[in-house]
């Protein structure tokens, strides 16, 4: 049941009704899912694969309000150059700081993936680890400047050794086919120099079948509106692999009475500024928190921009709000079930929690790591699965761009080992070759 009157919507675990529960736990992926929308998309793929670079700058045109030739596709190395000059010192040293923090947490990554072992004497095993050849990056822009994600995709696959990296970005709104300098000077300092202005779903369709100025690529990255999401869904059906699902934000703050409303207030409202399709929630035992926090919202609120203010009362009434749970152990289910995929875990002994967490795209300990710094400068990945994905795949890193390919190698004696098992089984199996292919002693 809803309860309560603030801006900061109100709910009972005990007394939520099935429907606000399969709300709360769909969110806004639902729109992904819709029929029309999905009919809308399988248009604009079909006719980037009839028509190229034509269905490139027709999209961009009637989707952007940007009209561009085929020639204007293509990103040049001047407007590289170009967008060097346009960011502060700040910015860039920012942009620095957070491209060396993802590296290095991705060369951990890329350390561990190759390994070696003797299973039993004689039998070696192993695996090798090598990058996808090429993949394609998805930047979006139409609700803000976001070189914080051309970081977060670009990084882990230039650190995984992807030796070719294609980037589409939709040109700015109302800048005549500017793409985002910020972004550009992220791509220029990774050393990619493939990217690509057009609209968002079209470009999806063109990284997964080529165009005339775009060559396609094996895997698809990036987040986006549900239209771009829809996309890259779709497109698995010509060989190109995609995340799941990287929607609309969504975020969950479970706190105890330790936590500080006026931070549970400031972290739900950085999720929450993102889009009027994102989702903020707090899980507290503690009623007398939940007003503290609606409170701390109401006046945090009026400090935010007209646009932002209205994304961020959206994402705290329409998907997200604030659950009063009976215990923190109820609390631990409702976050396995709705697996979210930022997760703050402000309370006492967050550590203890986070042991019990199955289902995160990611688990921050305390109120002292905030939202704010893990999607731009810590290192761990902010493209992460959204809409209960995070019970089935994982954020964006090194991992995501590397594929492995088992290896073995036995001694003699291994082998000799073996043959009597591996004859027993092809023999029930039906495969006489395989049986006769273990050969004889001394093979």
């Known amino acids: ?21 399969k709300m709360i736990m ?33 999209a961009t045109a009637q989707f952007d309000g940007i009209q561009l030739q085929n020639s204007d596709l293509k990103v040049r190395p001047e407007e590289f150059e170009a967008a060097e000059r346009q960011l502060s010192p ?47 990056l998805y930047v979006p822009c139409r609700k803000g400047s976001f070189p914080s994600v051309m970081i977060h995709l670009g990084t882990p696959a230039v650190t995984a050794g992807v030796p070719d990296i294609a980037v589409v970005l939709p040109p700015l709104p ?27 779903v079209a470009g999806i369709a063109a990284l ?23 996309a890259q869904l779709a497109v698995q059906r010509f060989g190109v692999a995609v995340g799941l699902l990287y929607g609309p934000s969504e975020a969950v703050i479970l706190a105890d009475g330790s936590a500080d409303p006026d931070l549970l207030a400031a972290d739900l409202l950085n999720d929450a500024e993102h889009g009027s399709d994102s989702a903020a929630l707090l899980l507290t035992d503690r009623p007398e928190l939940i007003d503290a926090v609606a409170r701390c919202v109401a006046s945090r609120l009026p400090a935010l921009p007209d646009v932002r203010r209205g994304y961020a009362e959206a994402a705290i009434s329409q998907y997200g709000g604030a ?43 305390g109120q002292g790591t905030p939202f704010a710094a893990a999607n731009f400068s810590v290192g761990v990945p902010n493209t992460l699965p959204t809409g209960g994905f995070a019970h089935l795949s994982s954020a964006v890193t090194a991992h995501t761009y590397l594929k492995r390919s088992s290896i073995a190698r036995l001694d003699a004696a291994a082998l000799a080992a073996l043959r009597p098992g591996v004859r027993a089984l092809a023999e029930h199996e039906g495969f006489p070759a395989h049986a006769a292919a273990m050969g004889a002693e001394g093979r």
């Open 1 to 21: 049941m809803q309860v309560g009157g603030s801006r900061l919507k109100r709910y009972e675990l005990l007394t939520m009704t099935l429907e606000e529960r």
């Open 174 to 200: 109302g800048g005549g086919g500017i793409v985002d300098p910020a972004v550009l000077a992220v791509a220029g300092r990774l050393g990619i120099s493939e990217v690509y202005r057009c609209n968002g």
């Open 90 to 136: 700040a910015v860039l040293d920012a942009i620095d700081e957070a491209i060396d923090h993802v590296r290095r947490f991705n060369q951990h990554i890329v350390d561990r993936t190759s390994w070696q072992a003797e299973l039993a004497p004689g039998i070696f095993v192993g695996e090798q680890a090598s990058p996808i050849d090429r993949v394609g």
């Open 26 to 58: 769909r969110r806004s992926s639902r729109d992904v899912f819709d029929d029309a929308l999905f009919r809308s998309v399988e248009g604009l793929i079909n006719d980037v694969r009839q028509n190229g670079d034509a269905a490139l700058v027709r």
């Open 323 to 365: 659950i009063l749970v009976h215990d923190l152990d109820s609390a631990i289910d409702f976050i396995n079930e709705y697996a979210p995929e930022h997760l703050q875990l402000a309370v006492a002994s967050p550590e203890s929690f986070a042991t019990r967490i199955r289902n995160a795209g990611e688990i921050l300990l």
């Open 208 to 230: 997964a079948l080529g165009t005339e100025t775009i060559r396609p690529v094996r895997r698809i990255d990036g987040p986006g509106s549900p239209g771009v999401t829809a």
